[in-house]
């Protein structure tokens, strides 16, 4: 689990850092928030794309293929999954673990937290 200031530190280390919410809201054309967009540096894997139409998760090198798209292997030192309140975030966190990255957690707080607070960030 990480805060948003915890997040905040990590702002340009070799954190990915990684929304799960749809393209529009990542893109800032929605918001649950009062300001749009997402945390600098973040990359968009969108919740939806993480499940078979069944509903159930994909398989782990399904996984593994997605996530590498957007440059996470295994040399990466640290995932921090983010959504709007934390919810889907924790589904992306179970993919990434079932996809092998133990080394990843959830940003608790989310785009609620950080997209509502002026003293962070947005892109």
């Not at 990684?18 to 800032?28: A, K, L, M, T």
């Not at 159930?56 to 990466?76: C, H, M, N, W, Y």
Request: proline share 7%; glycine share 10%.
């Amino acid at each position: 689990m990480r805060t948003g200031d915890q997040v905040m530190a990590a702002l340009g280390a070799p954190v990915k850092l990684v929304d799960v919410r749809s393209p529009q809201e990542f893109s800032g054309e929605q918001s649950r928030a009062r300001r749009f967009g997402h945390i600098p540096g973040a990359v968009n894997v969108p919740r939806a794309s993480l499940v078979a139409p069944d509903g159930t998760l994909l398989p782990p090198e399904l996984l593994r293929e997605k996530f590498a798209q957007v440059g996470i292997d295994g040399s990466t030192p640290e995932i921090v999954t983010y959504c709007n309140a934390g919810v889907s975030a924790s589904l992306g966190l179970l993919a990434l673990r079932v996809a092998g990255f133990a080394n990843s957690a959830v940003y608790d707080g989310s785009w609620k937290d950080w997209g509502n607070d002026d003293r962070r960030p947005i892109a």
